[in-house]
């Protein structure tokens, strides 16, 4: 009699649990990935776990969305069946025999995929109540549509399968002479060794009920690996159409409606990349490996000599000029920023800063505003939108008259020229209550979402798409869609140029804003504005033994003279400023050699080191002009903040503390130097400097808000709490005394 253990150990389910631990852990990856993204373990920082349990659509976290979530999720589970289907048939050859050979595969496979489902319910629920606020009745609804989207995928493939089924029986009748001769072929002896088959005891046939496994010994060789090959064809005519699907879908995108949640779109991209891996080694066998080495040398190879082009574009930029392409080289930018030209630039911004000193009283000298806003993707475009809002209602609105420049990296950036755009729109006559949360929500909205749906889809199935733009093409990348669904959040309001900001900004309407986005080369600035500002592109210093100057950034303006860089699109130089490592592509320009930026924060996360030469440049005229500078920092990490000390470290912790100590402590770094480099700014001052810093602060037992471009509702609430912390408050009464209201 064999024992229970022995029957459980031998069983079909716990035999294939075992065999994809043992022969296929780079599969199992995939799970391991949904796993602890949706615990919140993996990739936390970004909030990636908002994309499997806050998935949004059209606006919104909706049951559509969770529908489409729910049917992006039965396609991952049946490409994980397919596949593994394909790769282990030949170690069960009992299948063959059975009614449904796919689906009696996919019964005893359903432990892995039953455990995610039951994980992601739970954590889905708990996720709206606490994390996104929301009713348990909704819950329920938004539930409802990740089960009904996850069942109606199911049902649909099993249709399809069962019908594969009876052709592929219909099929073996025909080339076997009918039912009478295919029963003699099947029960034909033949002496089978198969070194790839498991023993296996029992199995279920139906979900309450096991059979026990046929003896298949004593049947055709050639007629079991008939069936198998035959449902492996059906098996990859899913997996062709799920391919066909997602070029589709990146065709159709323009149309809000196939913007699917990006939790989908990975998923579903997850489910291609498992798709072709079963298909490549089925098809080729033991020529895989060696053909994707030669594919992967052959791609890069296109792309490096630019038979194959899908790097991102800056829009507006003119890339057709290739031989009149400025040099990128020290002596070509040292010979282009002369102290000539920086003074020339110089004249022009005193104009600026004259103009701005008689928007006020003639006798009145006006304290100067200088804003730093720091990088932090939503969670930082939030925080800068509460402050600003707040700040400009208890100066009686005069916060952009009193400010002269605005620099900084990231989301802090994309909030302040969103604010800047509304304060101008005012001024030209529009209705614009410039305190009204809308804008605050606008700016908190969704944008992660676009982002990772075009880089599941349009990136890797058809980086080949294109669109014209003032008569030039540019690739549909995730770059494209971030542009897009960040013009659609905040009302398409800044769908504009550099050119149009040129007038507003010379009559000193408004401030002046430099993007600074990072040179990946050699760690330069790029410098964006829409005035000329090659004064900046080097330290104003003497040194009587060199001869050269050390440029440390290049004039945008002045060095894509030839290239319309007045046509830059502002939605281009929010994301050159804001071009997280692989979320957003980096941004390739028409140099020679070809160089590409990346965000600002690599080199300057709070825009202090751009600001202080700005008023280094122009001390002796604040000196004169003005009664004092304030200098306002507004950051989304808390200030010198320690962080938790390790009392003892283990092996790991010494082996990769080398490599990312410098990761974990970037801000840090930055914070150090900045607060040496405005120390010694006061002394170059005659009038008052202060500086003031407003910082998110997350209310105490509360995590902070993650770094990415989603944010959940309890995150938005309590980014604006800290409006009311105490630092906050005394820096927001400190601010208004330093101006005497």
């Known amino acids: 009699m064999k024992t229970i253990l022995y029957k459980f150990i031998y069983s079909f389910p716990v035999q294939l649990f075992m065999l994809h631990f043992r022969r296929y852990q780079i599969l199992l990856l995939f799970w391991l990935i949904l796993f602890t993204t949706v615990n919140g373990s993996f990739m936390k920082m970004f909030g990636a776990i908002s994309l499997f349990l806050a998935p949004e659509y059209l606006g919104s976290v909706n049951f559509y969305g969770t529908f489409i979530l729910g049917g992006a999720l039965g396609l991952f589970i049946m490409s994980w069946n397919i596949v593994t289907f394909i790769l282990n048939s030949k170690r069960f050859k009992f299948l063959a025999t059975t009614n449904h050979p796919f689906a009696k595969y996919c019964l005893n496979n359903a432990v892995i995929p039953l455990l995610l489902i039951i994980f992601v319910f739970v954590k889905f629920y708990l996720y709206q109540r606490h994390n996104e606020l929301n009713v348990t009745g909704n819950i329920l609804i938004l539930m409802s549509g990740l089960l009904s989207g996850m069942v109606l995928f199911l049902f649909i493939s099993f249709t399809y399968f069962f019908s594969a089924n009876k052709t592929i029986l219909r099929s073996i009748q025909r080339q076997m002479g009918g039912t009478r001769r295919l029963l003699e072929q099947i029960r034909t002896k033949e002496a089978q060794q198969d070194d790839n088959a498991l023993k296996v005891d029992n199995y279920l046939n139906s979900v309450f009920r096991s059979k026990r496994a046929r003896n298949v010994d004593h049947y055709n060789k050639h007629f079991l690996d008939f069936v198998f090959r035959r449902h492996h064809f059906a098996a990859l005519i899913t997996m062709i159409f799920a391919v066909i699907f997602l070029i589709i879908m990146s065709y159709l995108t323009a149309y809000p409606a196939f913007r699917i949640p990006a939790g989908a779109s990975i998923l579903i991209f997850f489910s291609i990349l498992i798709g072709f891996s079963g298909a490549f080694a089925y098809l080729f066998g033991t020529w895989s490996i060696p053909l994707l080495v030669v594919g992967i040398l052959l791609l890069n190879a296109a792309v490096k000599d630019d038979i194959i082009d899908t790097r991102s574009k800056a829009y507006g930029l003119d890339y057709t000029h290739i031989i009149e392409r400025p040099e990128y080289n020290f002596h070509y930018l040292d010979s282009l920023f002369t102290p000539q030209l920086a003074q020339q630039d110089e004249a022009?911004?005193?104009?600026?800063?004259?103009?701005?000193?008689?928007?006020?009283?003639?006798?009145?000298k006006p304290k100067m505003i200088i804003m730093n806003v720091s990088g932090g993707g939503t969670r930082s475009a939030t925080w800068c939108m509460d402050v600003m809002q707040r700040a400009d209602s208890l100066m009686g609105g005069t916060l952009m008259d009193h400010t002269v420049l605005i620099t900084g990296a990231s989301g802090g950036m994309i909030a302040a020229t969103y604010f800047r755009e509304l304060y101008l729109e005012k001024l030209e006559g529009r209705k614009i209550d410039l305190y009204s949360r809308s804008y605050v929500e606008n700016i908190s909205k969704d944008l992660l979402n676009a982002v990772l749906s075009s880089f599941a889809i349009n990136d890797f199935f058809t980086p080949f798409q294109r669109f014209t733009l003032d008569g030039n093409r540019y690739p549909i990348d995730r770059g494209y869609a971030f542009e897009r669904q960040l013009n659609i959040n905040t009302d398409y309001v800044l769908a504009k140029t550099l050119k149009d900001y040129e007038k507003p900004v010379q009559e000193a309407k408004i401030p002046m804003i430099i993007f600074t986005p990072t040179i990946t080369t050699d760690g330069r600035k790029l410098l964006i504005a829409s005035q000329p500002i090659s004064y900046m592109t080097w330290p104003e210093y003497i040194s009587p033994h060199r001869?050269?100057?050390?440029?440390?950034?290049?004039?945008?303006?002045?060095?894509?003279?030839?290239?319309?860089?007045?046509?830059?699109?502002?939605?281009?130089?929010?994301?050159?400023?804001?071009?997280?490592p692989y979320v957003l592509p980096n941004v390739y320009l028409p140099t020679h050699p070809i160089i590409d930026v990346m965000d600002a924060g690599i080199r300057d996360n709070y825009g202090q080191e751009t600001s202080l030469r700005f008023l280094h440049v122009f001390r002796d005229w604040i000196n004169a002009n003005t009664s004092g500078v304030i200098f306002i920092q507004i950051r989304d990490s808390h200030k010198n903040e320690m962080l938790p000390v390790q009392k003892q470290k283990n092996l790991m912790d010494m082996i990769l503390e080398p490599l990312f100590t410098m990761q974990r402590n970037?801000?840090?770094?930055?914070?150090?130097?900045?607060?040496?480099?405005?120390?010694?700014?006061?002394?170059?001052?005659q009038v008052p400097?202060?500086?003031?810093?407003?910082?998110?602060?997350?209310?105490?037992?509360?995590e902070m808000a993650a770094l990415n471009w989603h944010l959940t509702g309890r995150e938005k609430f309590d980014i604006y709490q800290s409006l009311f912390n105490p630092s906050n408050t005394l820096a927001f009464k400190y601010l208004l005394e330093t101006l005497n209201y």
């Not at 004039?555 to 400023?577: G, Q």
């Not at 480099?677 to 001052?685: E, G, I, P, R, V």
């Not at 400097?689 to 105490?700: E, G, M, T």
Request: charged share 25%; glycine share 2%; aromatic share 18%.
């Open 348 to 364: 022009n911004t005193l104009q600026i800063l004259n103009r701005w000193k008689s928007k006020f009283p003639q006798r009145l």
């Open 547 to 580: 001869k050269i100057r050390d440029v440390d950034g290049v004039d945008f303006c002045r060095y894509f003279a030839k290239f319309h860089p007045e046509d830059l699109r502002i939605t281009t130089a929010l994301r050159m400023s804001a071009t997280f």
């Open 666 to 685: 970037w801000s840090a770094f930055q914070d150090y130097e900045h607060d040496d480099l405005t120390a010694y700014a006061a002394h170059f001052f």
């Open 689 to 702: 400097f202060s500086k003031i810093i407003f910082q998110y602060v997350p209310k105490k037992g509360t």
